[in-house]
C-alpha cells in the first residue's frame, strides 16, 4: 500500500488569464509549473528493514512472499510470473511483469525474430505453432507466453505466430526450460521442429531496432501561439499523430512503446526499421504543416535508429536508442543548444566491436542509401569484405594532403574495388559509382565503409524476411552470416 501511494506525482500551477494576452499568459505558467516542480515534496521513503529489495531497481521492497527453504515455487508465482532464482518485484515491477495477464507485451525477442517468422511463413510456421501448443496443453498455458492479437490494443500483425519470441532461439530454450520449471526434454519436440527449419531457412537474427523519435522546434512552434484555439488545434494535431503512429508502427511489424505528441519509441524489426522511420518523419510533416507555417518554422522529426542485440540489457538497448536520436538532432548528451535536427541518425551495436553511428538530414536520403546498399550486398554486387578494405584505405589516406587527396584515394579505392571477384557473376558497378560520388578524403571513404557495413546487418533481416539464407540463393541452399 504505501508503494502503490509513492508512485504518482502530481504538479499543477496556474494563473489568472488576461484578454489578448495568451502567449504572455503562457509563459508566466510554463514558468511557474517549472519552478513548481524544481520545489517538489521530497517525501522520505517508506520502506521496511529485513525485507529484500527489487532485483529491477533496488529502490522499493519486494512485495513476494518470502519463499521457504523447502518452497521451489513461492505459492505458485514463479512460472507466470517468469521469477528468476531469487529475483524479487516491488508494486511497480509487480505490475509491469503481469500488464497482459497471460496475454503479455511483445519482448525484443518477437521483434527480432518477425523477419525469420515471415519468411518461413506456411505450413512450416504451422508445425512450429503446433509445437507450442502441445507444450502448452501438456504443461500449463503460461510455459510459452501467447501475446494479445485480438483486441485494439493488441499486437494482430503478430497473430501468424503468437507466441514468445525466444521459442524460436534454440540457443535461448536451456534458459525458457529454467523460466518455466520444465523439466529436462520437454522442449525436445519443439528444438527438433526447429532444427528442420533452420537447415532451410538458416537461424534467426538475434538483432532488432528500436526507434526513439522526438519533433523538433516544438516550443518555439508553441511559444508562437496567440489563442487557446490555435493550442487546441495544434494540440489535437499532434494528438493525432500519436495515433498515426501506433499505426504505422504496427504496418512495419514493430512494438509501440510510447507515443506522446512528438515522442515515440518502439521496438522494429531490422528490415522495417528504415521504412518505419521515414513513414514516421513524412506523416509528422503532413499533419504540422499548417502550424509550421503559422509559426513561421520548421516543424519535423528527428529518429534515431539504433541495432542491437536483443539479449543486452534493455536499459542498454534503450540508451542506445535515445543516444541515436541525440545524435539525430546533431548534437551530443553533453553539448547544449540543438542544431541543424530534421535528422536520421543510424547505430550499428554488434556484440563485438565498438559501435558503428552514421547521420544526416533527412534531404540527404541516408535511409534510401542504406536499403540499397542492402540489395545489392544481397544481389552479390557489393562484396561482403569490401568496408574492410576501404577502411585499410581510409587509414593510408588520414594525414593526407588536401589537394591532392581526392585524386589519389578515389583511385586507390577504385583499384582494389576492381581486383573484387563477386560471386555468380554480379557487376560492382553500384559501389564503383558510390565512390565516385561520395569519395573526397578518408572521412568521406570511412563513412562509405560503416554504410556498407550497416546494410549488412540490414541485408540479413531482408533476406530472412524474403526466406533467403544467404546472397543470391534460396532458403534451402546457405545459412545466415
Known sequence: ENQVDDVIEFYAAWVSHRPDSYSDDRARLMRLLAGRKNCRDFQPAK??????????????????????????????????????DGEQLCAVGLVKRTAGSNRPYPSVARVAADPWIRGVGGENLRSLIDEC?????????????????????????????????????????????????????????????????TKQAGEPSPYLGVLVADGDHIGKALSSLKSAEEHQQFSRRLSRFAGEARR?????????????????????????????????????GQLLQTQ??????????????AIAHFMENLEDLLNYGRSAEKHAKNRKPEDGEQQHRDGLAV???????????????????????????????????????VATDLHQIARVYDDWPSDSVEAAIR????????????????????????????????VSLRRLGDEILVSRQIAVAIRQATGRASNGQTAAEGVFE
Open 411 to 442: 583511385s586507390d579505392a577504385l583499384r582494389v574495388i576492381a581486383a573484387k571477384r563477386p560471386r555468380d557473376g554480379g557487376s560492382l558497378d553500384q559501389v564503383r559509382e558510390l565512390v565516385r560520388k561520395q569519395v573526397k578524403d578518408a
Open 347 to 385: 547505430h550499428l551495436h554488434k556484440r563485438g566491436g565498438g559501435p558503428v553511428r552514421l547521420r544526416a538530414n533527412w534531404s540527404n536520403d541516408l535511409d534510401g542509401r542504406l536499403d540499397e546498399l542492402a540489395r545489392g550486398l544481397n544481389s552479390s554486387t557489393i562484396p561482403n569484405r
Open 292 to 305: 509550421a507555417a503559422r509559426a513561421g518554422t520548421d516543424l519535423t522529426l528527428s529518429v534515431g535508429l
Open 133 to 197: 501448443e502441445q507444450i502448452n496443453r501438456s504443461n500449463g498455458p503460461d510455459v510459452i507466453h501467447q501475446l494479445n492479437t485480438s483486441s485494439d490494443r493488441g499486437h494482430p500483425h503478430y497473430s501468424k505466430f503468437p507466441f514468445e519470441g525466444t521459442t524460436v532461439y534454440r540457443s535461448r530454450h536451456h534458459e525458457l526450460r529454467q523460466e518455466a520449471m520444465l523439466s529436462e526434454g520437454t522442449l525436445g519436440s519443439l528444438g527438433d521442429a526447429l532444427g528442420r527449419l
Open 47 to 84: 520502506g521496511c528493514t529485513g525485507i529484500p529489495k527489487s532485483s529491477l531497481d533496488g529502490l522499493r521492497e519486494s512485495v513476494l512472499i518470502k519463499a521457504r527453504k523447502d518452497e521451489s515455487d513461492r505459492s505458485g508465482l514463479r512460472r507466470p510470473l517468469r521469477l528468476g
Open 248 to 284: 504505422i508502427v504496427h504496418d512495419h511489424y514493430g512494438v509501440l512503446v510510447y507515443s506522446g505528441g512528438d515522442d515515440v519509441l518502439a521496438f522494429v524489426p531490422v528490415d522495417q526499421c528504415l521504412k518505419c522511420a521515414r513513414a514516421l518523419r513524412d506523416k509528422f
